[in-house]
């Protein structure tokens, strides 16, 4: 067990405030940097104007991008284009994916000849602690600028572009945290060295896990799946499964909280439309006392005014069934979020880094993919059993009942908590804070 109050100024924790992604993947090792603080790489005190400049320009042009997306055709005809730029290429046949691509050069040579980050890095290098950043150009440029420190990279999503692997990857020390085995294997097809790659899984929040034990989380599951297999379905046929993958006798009959589904939107704000058509249809189901339904706006005030004026409409504001989550920046949202999780039933999605959640023992239903790393996202929630495809929100009323009396959803809960790693937060702890840890590579044994 890994014990914080031994753990303060152990790193420099660097994200980047762009969507909700690298930040999240961040949020859970703020207790490893000074004063349990994430420094933004495009957002910083004293950011050189010509830094800021450029990091606006890639942050304008992604969220103007996953919002054009829903112009008819020509919207999808130009995020095709955006998306080319980052595509994954199919892993089989395994081959060597590690000849450079246009987007990565350009990178590069950004941080050469406009010495983009040099003021971000030189900061740093006052007091050189192991950098761990959860945006590829970070560690790219803290090698590039000579930082003494170990680079630690970590990976946002189930599978990665060869924009996350350094130009010269042979060459290279910067070390990987992988979220899954998926992205560790794809490492190595762009070149980077076996012994860079630690597959730690992706760092879920402290507040959600209660130790290496997990204590908190099989608690919250226990209670989970009693709203989730309402006819005893899955309970009945899995009882020892259950039973020994949570440590308890028996799963009991009451839940400490109504049956909970919570709405989430990206960065962006894009897909706020199936939620508001998720409240007209559960409107009856939450009036009722079936069930609660909490809707996630993020830090975007035009999402909570949308959201708040869609259960106006359904004559639901102030019901105490519903709720939308939002905070004034993304650290009061995510704390906000992940206390909301603890008694989350369903988290209904695009497939983002949230993916990884589904470790918690929530199932997840998948909302359609904004962009190519969210198609594989969303291919490696259904492999693992974690999630599922959403059907048309108008009738949400309908098919999620269904999927809940057939045990369905309770089945999703249960593989995303066998299949998907937890311990990533303590993983990458251990490593960045241990010596004899650091000898071990990608064959590092998950403890999940």
């Not at 005809?77 to 450079?100: C, E, V």
């Not at 590829?136 to 930082?147: D, G, T």
């Amino acid at each position: 067990m890994v014990h914080h109050e031994h753990a303060l100024s152990q790193a420099h924790i660097v994200a980047v405030d762009m969507g909700y992604g690298h930040q999240r993947a961040a949020f859970p090792l703020r207790h490893l940097s000074h004063d349990k603080q994430i420094i933004y790489a495009d957002a910083y005190e004293g950011i050189p104007q010509s830094d800021e400049k450029i990091w606006k320009e890639s942050r304008v042009f992604y969220e103007f991008i996953s919002r054009f997306k829903r112009v008819p055709f020509i919207g999808s005809l130009a995020f095709r284009l955006f998306d080319n730029l980052q595509k994954i290429p199919n892993f089989y046949p395994r081959r060597d994916l590690s000849h450079n691509t246009l987007y990565l050069k350009e990178l590069y040579a950004l941080i050469h000849k406009k010495r983009w980050g040099e003021h971000l890095i030189q900061m740093l290098k006052k007091n050189p602690l192991p950098l761990i950043t959860s945006f590829f150009a970070v560690a790219f440029m803290a090698e590039e600028l000579n930082y003494e420190g170990d680079i630690y990279c970590v990976i946002c999503d189930a599978d990665v572009s060869r924009t996350w692997a350094p130009l010269d990857p042979e060459k290279s020390r910067i070390k990987y945290f992988a979220s899954c085995s998926r992205t560790a294997e794809r490492l190595k097809l762009y070149g980077v060295r076996s012994e860079n790659i630690f597959l730690t899984g992706f760092p879920l929040p402290e507040e959600n896990l209660g130790g290496e034990e997990l204590l908190v989380l099989k608690e919250d599951l226990q209670h989970r799946l009693i709203n989730l297999d309402p006819q005893e379905h899955y309970l009945l046929r899995y009882a020892e499964v259950v039973q020994h993958a949570i440590g308890i006798e028996h799963v009991g009959h009451k839940s400490n909280h109504p049956l909970t589904l919570t709405f989430a939107v990206g960065g962006a704000g894009a897909q706020r439309e199936i939620g508001a058509a998720a409240i007209k249809s559960l409107k009856k189901k939450i009036q009722n006392n079936e069930m609660a339904f909490i809707l996630v706006a993020g830090i975007n005030k035009e999402v909570t005014a949308y959201f708040e004026n869609e259960l106006m409409r359904a004559g639901l504001k102030n019901h105490p069934n519903t709720r939308v989550i939002d905070g004034p920046t993304k650290n009061d949202y995510f704390t906000e979020f992940d206390k909301a999780l603890r008694h989350t039933d369903i988290l209904w999605t695009k497939p983002s880094e949230l993916s990884f959640y589904a470790g918690l023992g929530i199932p997840i239903i998948m909302a359609p993919s904004i962009g190519s790393q969210e198609d594989f996202n969303r291919t490696w929630l259904k492999t693992v059993g974690a999630g599922i495809t959403q059907n048309d929100p108008r009738f949400a009323d309908e098919w999620i009942f269904d999927w809940l009396n057939n045990g369905l959803l309770a089945a999703a809960a249960m593989q995303g908590f066998l299949e998907i790693p937890k311990t990533g937060t303590y993983n990458i702890e251990q490593i960045v804070g241990s010596k004899k840890e650091k000898a071990k590579s990608a064959e590092m044994v998950l403890q999940t």
